[in-house]
């Protein structure tokens, strides 16, 4: 019986040492855990800060967008605008020139030598 209780309590102290061993890498595994949970955690924060900035970049992109079109709008009208204006301005000139023309042509006919050379002085004194 004694022989019996020998090999027992070898095989008694290696199961002990092996449970101890098993419970020793059970605690490392659950140190990994905590750290790689408080990692993730950590993770989950950047991630929701980062998806707020990321959300401000495209809100502030969508406003520059609205803002640019607005400017493509404003810029196109005040072009076919002063492209009229310009039509106009030329119209304008067109005509003045045909009625100092015609008027010109009438004073000359009713005007002395005297009026005539005196116009002649006023044009000059103009230019």
Known sequence: MVNQKVPLLKNEDELSKCIELLKIKRQEI?????????????????????????QDVCDSINRK????LE??????????AYSKIRESAKS???????????LGDKIY?????EDIKSLREL???HK
Do not use: F, G, W
């Open 109 to 113: 006919t009713v005007a002395n030598d």
């Open 92 to 102: 304008l000139l067109h005509i003045l020139k045909r009625e100092e023309s015609q």
């Open 30 to 54: 659950h140190e990994k855990i905590l750290k790689e949970e408080e990692s993730k955690e950590r993770m989950q924060k950047e991630l929701s800060l980062l998806s707020e900035k990321l």
């Open 71 to 80: 400017y493509d709008k404003t810029i196109k009208e005040t072009s076919a």
């Open 123 to 125: 044009r000059t004194m």
């Open 65 to 68: 967008y609205q803002t640019r």
